[in-house]
Structures are given as structure tokens and as C-alpha cells.
């Protein structure tokens, strides 16, 4: 039995976080699949509050919600290359970053899919993309010149915003949209492919045209519904 | 010239946080006060991402947002007690449990606050102690026995959940309700006691009849606009 196991499901940009992160460090886990629309005994068991993935269960261990597990993993496998940066004033930097990708940037992207007419999507478009400028200057100054906001090796921010890269694409392949750009967005185009191909990740995070077949089969199954 | 400031209201929980663990270790900071209704240069300068309140300035350095803050400050000033647990899993769950009382508990108090009616009061209401059943749950498994989610001393879910204790009790005065009750919530109730007459904290935090006092001259003011 696996010391490490994540409660998951493939194609989640949460759950990938998780996987990237015990790959950086080389921690075998058990990969154990919830079903979509339905929620384990084990799931429920583990994360009671929230009953959602990811969970990671670490020997009798549970803990819950994916950059709080990010940290987690840092802290436990303090032989692995680090995950946050070691000064503080980096990590807050790091920490910052991440909270306003998940609560001011993504949040843009759902107005973006759901947008109805050329006119709301020309205008989720643009604060989509005007919510990248900052995550271009911040790419800047975390990785003072390096390939990944973390410096030389993926680090925290690098985490949160990479394994959200192949639903980026989806959006844009759906949407007939450009969001990474390399005239606008130079650093984070160029950041996406190495993030992508990076041995960490490249296996976690799902293809692009998988993903845009699944949120279409997901759509029409809503849709009859 | 401090080498620490921090930009901040009197009356914000958000800005308490700081305070207090600046407080828990002993650093003089200077307080510049924001006035309600403007930004200064300063806040629009070392916040440009959110524009809000608390900034920590710490000599060229400026750091945002609350929670991010406390855990720069108990990473930077490490011969004060301790503020995060050093054990990884309760490190995490004092994580868990503050964003949490963020994302989950306080938008319930928001619609209490708002509710018209006295069925709509008594939903919002139901909502809101439901809601620190697990937290009064969390404080048991967190304190381990001790006065504090932090043990003997203050912690990080202590700042994050303490700060706005005298929210709180404002709320339970204007709206005539009871939230923390010494049946249904014990552990928090003697918690709530401890916590607010803290060295650390009870200089900090705003007397409930001022802030009763001061939301009702807000809420005039917004009404008469």
C-alpha cells in the first residue's frame, strides 16, 4: 500500500498541482480516481468540509484544498528541490501571486467562457488578457532572468498558474481567442513551453485536444439535461 | 525613520492581523493611518495590484495582503514566538482552517449583515452558526488542550479568526442575534474571551460599541449619498 495517495481526477488543474508537486520531488503516490458527478465514501471521509479534490492522504493524513498541499509537500520533503523560495520576502511575493491568479485572474476566464455575443466576449477578452500584463511583469521579477517564476527549477507560482496552462488553450481553441501572446506576453509565451515540457509536468497535465473534447462532451451532457 | 510601517485603518480585522503578529514579536512599526473613502500615493504605490489596506512596508520592501503578511512576519523575525505551528500537518491545518473562516465563514456574516426581513434574518442566521460548528470542532483538534488554536500561544488561525472577534460581537448587537454562545459553542466562547484580552491584541482591536458606532455612521453616510 502506497504511503502517498491523491484523491483526484485526471483532467483537474487542482489535482494536477499536487501531482506536479510530489513529482518535483520524487514522491511515488497512488493516484486514486474519484468519478465525475459522484463523491466517494473516501472522499467525504477525508475532506468533510469541503468534499471536493484534491485530497492528499499521507499515511492517516488527510489535508485538503491543492496550494495548501503544495506547501505541505514542500515542508515534508525538505530533500527535494524547493517548492517556495527560502526568502521571505520572495515567498510572500510567490504567495501573493498565486492568491491572485486563483481569485482575481481565473475568475476573469469564467466570465470569458460563459460569455454570450461578439460584444461580451470582446470585453471578457480584454480583461482576461489586461489581467496577464501584471503576471508578465511579476515572471519578471520572480525569475531575475531565469525559465521558471521559481528561478532555475519550477517553483510555488510556477505550480499554480502552469497547471492551469492546457485549460488556457482549451479556452482559447474554443473560444477562437489568443490569450498567451508573443507580442503582449513574451515572457509568459515563452514560459508556457518550457513549463509544459518540463519532466514534472509534462505527463500530468492533460493535452489540449483531450481537454476540448471532454468540456464538449461535459457541455452537451449538461446541455440534455 | 521605522524600518517597519504598516499602512493600514484602525478598524480593519484585515489590518488588526498584522498588528498583532507585529505585537506577538515585539517589532515597533509606526501606523499610517489611511483615511476612509481615498488612497494615498503610498498605498496606490506599494499595493498597484489591489489598491487596499494592510501593506506592510519593511525598509524598501512592501508586502500585501493579510495573511500573506502574518506569515512573512513570522518568517522574518524568527527568535519571537512562533506564529505558524513547526510540524507540516498543523501547519496545514491552520492554513485549512483560515481560509476557511475567509472564503467560507465571513460571506455568510455579509448576507446576515444585509438580510431584509425577519425570515431572510433567521436563514442568513442558521447559516452563520452552522458554519462555526466546525470551527468550534477545529478548535478542539488545533488547541490540543491549550487556550489557543496556536497551543499555549497565539497562532496563525488565532490572528486570522481573532481579528474579527469584535466584528462579530458589532453584528450581534445591531442585528440582536447571539453567535458565539456558551451551549452551542463553548470552546470558542472561552476562546473568544482569552483571545480579546491578550496582551498582544487587546490594544489592537476596536471596542465593539465604537465599531457599532461607526458602521452606523457609515451606513448613514452611504444612505445619504
Keep these: 500500500m502506497a504511503l502517498v495517495k491523491v484523491l483526484g481526477s485526471a483532467p483537474s488543474p487542482y489535482v494536477n498541482r499536487v501531482q506536479i508537486a510530489l513529482n518535483l520531488k520524487s514522491v511515488n503516490y497512488e493516484f486514486l480516481q474519484e468519478q465525475f458527478g459522484s463523491k466517494s465514501e473516501l472522499l467525504l471521509k477525508s475532506n468533510p468540509v469541503h468534499k471536493r479534490i484534491p485530497v492528499l492522504i499521507h499515511g492517516e493524513k488527510s489535508i485538503c484544498e491543492s496550494l495548501i498541499i503544495v506547501q505541505y ?6 530533500d527535494g528541490p524547493s517548492i517556495l523560495p527560502s526568502d521571505p520576502y520572495d515567498r510572500a511575493t510567490a504567495r ?20 454570450v455575443g ?19 511583469d511579476a515572471f519578471t521579477k520572480c525569475s531575475k532572468g531565469k525559465d521558471f517564476f521559481g528561478g532555475d527549477t519550477i517553483g510555488y507560482l510556477d505550480i499554480a498558474f502552469g497547471s492551469f496552462l492546457r485549460w ?11 490569450l498567451f501572446d508573443e507580442i503582449k506576453t513574451p515572457k509568459l509565451f515563452g514560459w508556457a513551453k518550457m513549463f509544459g515540457s518540463n519532466a514534472a509536468v509534462k505527463d500530468v497535465i492533460p493535452k489540449t485536444e483531450l481537454l ?14
Design 212 to 225: 476540448v473534447e471532454q468540456i464538449k462532451k461535459f457541455a452537451a451532457r449538461a446541455n440534455a439535461q
Design 118 to 136: 461578439e460584444e461580451a466576449k470582446a470585453a471578457a477578452l480584454e480583461k482576461v488578457i489586461e489581467g496577464l500584463v501584471p503576471l508578465e
Design 168 to 178: 488556457i488553450s482549451a479556452i482559447e481553441v474554443m473560444a477562437n481567442v489568443k
Design 96 to 115: 501573493f501571486w498565486a492568491a491572485y491568479f486563483d481569485d482575481k485572474w481565473l475568475p476573469t476566464i469564467v466570465v470569458l467562457r460563459d460569455a
Design 73 to 78: 509537500i514542500d515542508e515534508v520533503w525538505i
